[in-house]
């Protein structure tokens, strides 16, 4: 009968939440390392298995497309196992593929490695921010986002240059078999410690939502990634299909959501005004994040003539402070809300991408630094506070379905960012050189891509604009109860 008084387990004082912890953010450490582990890797694999660029890069287009197709059904799943059942389950999927992978003898074992193992990562993350937001009052909840904001951002930052030491020193299986033992570990120390938290409801499967959301996430995602596949960019009949496909796939699988009585992903998510809000936000921090991270290495690989290993040099402090940072940020939002922080955070952002769009060949060194570390810290002070701001606004039964939206965005919109910023790159720089009169020149074609990556720059600069204007309007958002929701069901004006 005690432990009936605490509404959320971590104001148990018997409660055992720290170990619970662990075994969630030791698994997803690396789930998430494991994504950017193998892209330095690339070239080491086409000279072993004898593939070309394309086929090699199924590595990361294969990763995404899988985990755009999981990771909505993630709220289902939520709701028809154990938190202890999924975490396990996914932990075992994860290690399958990685000890596959790691056993590999030709290319397509390699690659179905990889894939089983998208799986896992796919489901990890929404299972731990639903069950983090059901340990944790709303109050606290901001710290706590912020150390899975640490392992998101730590994780892939320190990805590349582990894997050059590893490829270097030990060969690329290895990349692999070191994973093996942590992931061992983690579902051990799951199996030990971890109960379950959520609250098995099985609700009725809707078979035709699945085809719909696999058809449309994947399409659209699959779209996007192969735009760099043809010359004809996103001009390619191939590209366009699959993009048109993908769309109406969404927007049938939006629709018959609103009409479900127990839909896979509950589209009233967006009925709260903070939440798509957060949404919002999320999606332009995310494509800010992209242009840099890989705009930035070819403008310094090309243009200044740098190596990787120094790219990444620089790109690391940037990254590790936003790692740091983010717990940091997490507790200013649990004191202040998310004003204090959103508001100086978005107009450092709009004016650090505004900087950047002015590079030229002869910027130092020290300015590509500064620009991206502003960008970085910028980015922990934005992206986990709106994210969990937007969350903390939803009922617990539409826990899953938040946190369900939210991690589908990361890989769509990771290829749509990847994709259109690319594409207009190119297409600045093709520009530049038709309008040159000495095409063919080094220097030219130098200030050509010059060219391109300060109109990416702009355009992140007129997006982050955006952002600015939604940190002056939001506020900080606190839990409609359930008889809240059903009013506001009959009266959606209720929530605005």
Request: proline fraction near 6%.
């Amino acid at each position: 009968m005690e432990e009936q008084k605490y509404e959320y387990l971590a104001d148990n004082p018997n409660s055992k939440v720290l170990p619970i912890m662990l075994a969630l953010i030791i698994g997803a450490f690396f789930a998430i390392l494991n994504e950017t582990l193998l892209n330095i890797a690339l070239i080491t694999l086409m000279d072993q298995f004898s593939i070309t660029l394309p086929t090699v890069q199924w590595m990361a287009t294969g990763f995404m497309l899988v985990m755009a197709v999981v990771i909505p059904i993630s709220a289902l799943l939520i709701q028809w196992f154990t938190t202890r059942q999924l975490f396990l389950g996914t932990m075992t999927v994860f290690t399958i593929g990685t000890i596959v992978a790691a056993s590999a003898t030709t290319f397509p074992i390699l690659l179905t490695g990889r894939l089983i193992q998208a799986v896992g990562t796919g489901l990890l993350m929404p299972i731990i921010f639903n069950v983090f937001l059901l340990i944790y009052p709303p109050h606290r909840r901001g710290k706590i986002m912020g150390i899975i904001g640490l392992v998101i951002m730590f994780a892939p930052a320190i990805g590349p240059t582990l894997s050059g030491v590893i490829v270097e020193y030990l060969g690329w299986r290895y990349l692999f078999i070191l994973v093996i033992p942590f992931a061992l570990f983690s579902i051990g120390f799951g199996y030990k410690y971890l109960i379950n938290i959520t609250e098995v409801t099985k609700p009725k499967i809707d078979y035709i939502s699945l085809v719909y959301s696999s058809i449309g996430f994947g399409s659209l995602v699959y779209g996007f990634s192969s735009v760099g596949e043809s010359a004809d960019g996103f001009a390619s009949p191939r590209v366009l299909s699959l993009i048109g496909v993908g769309v109406i796939g969404i927007a049938l699988f939006a629709v018959r959501q609103l009409k479900l009585k127990e839909p896979v992903m509950d589209m009233r998510v967006f009925r709260y005004p903070m939440f798509t809000h957060s949404v919002f936000l999320f999606l332009i921090i995310i494509m800010a994040m992209f242009a840099s991270e890989i705009i930035l290495p070819i403008y310094m690989q090309g243009p200044l003539a740098l190596s990787a290993a120094t790219a990444g040099l620089i790109l690391l402090p940037g990254s590790i402070l936003n790692g740091v940072m983010s717990p940091f940020m997490g507790s200013l939002f649990d004191k202040f809300g998310p004003r204090v922080l959103m508001i100086p955070a978005t107009i450092v952002l709009s004016g650090t991408m505004f900087m950047m769009s002015r590079l030229t060949l002869d910027t130092p060194i020290w300015v590509v630094v500064t620009s991206y570390i502003l960008l970085m810290l910028s980015v922990s002070a934005i992206m986990m506070p709106a994210e969990t701001n937007g969350l903390n606004q939803l009922p617990k039964r539409l826990y899953p379905h938040g946190t369900a939206v939210m991690s589908t965005l990361q890989p769509v919109a990771g290829a749509i960012g990847v994709s259109v910023f690319i594409s207009i790159m190119n297409a600045r720089q093709l520009h530049f050189l038709k309008k040159s009169t000495t095409p063919e020149d080094a220097l030219t074609a130098d200030l050509a891509l010059v060219a391109g990556v300060e109109l990416v720059y702009f355009i992140a600069f007129a997006m982050s604009l955006v952002a600015v204007v939604l940190s002056f309007i939001v506020y900080r958002a606190t839990p409609q109860e359930d008889v809240q929701e059903s009013n506001s069901l009959e009266n959606p004006q209720s929530l605005s």
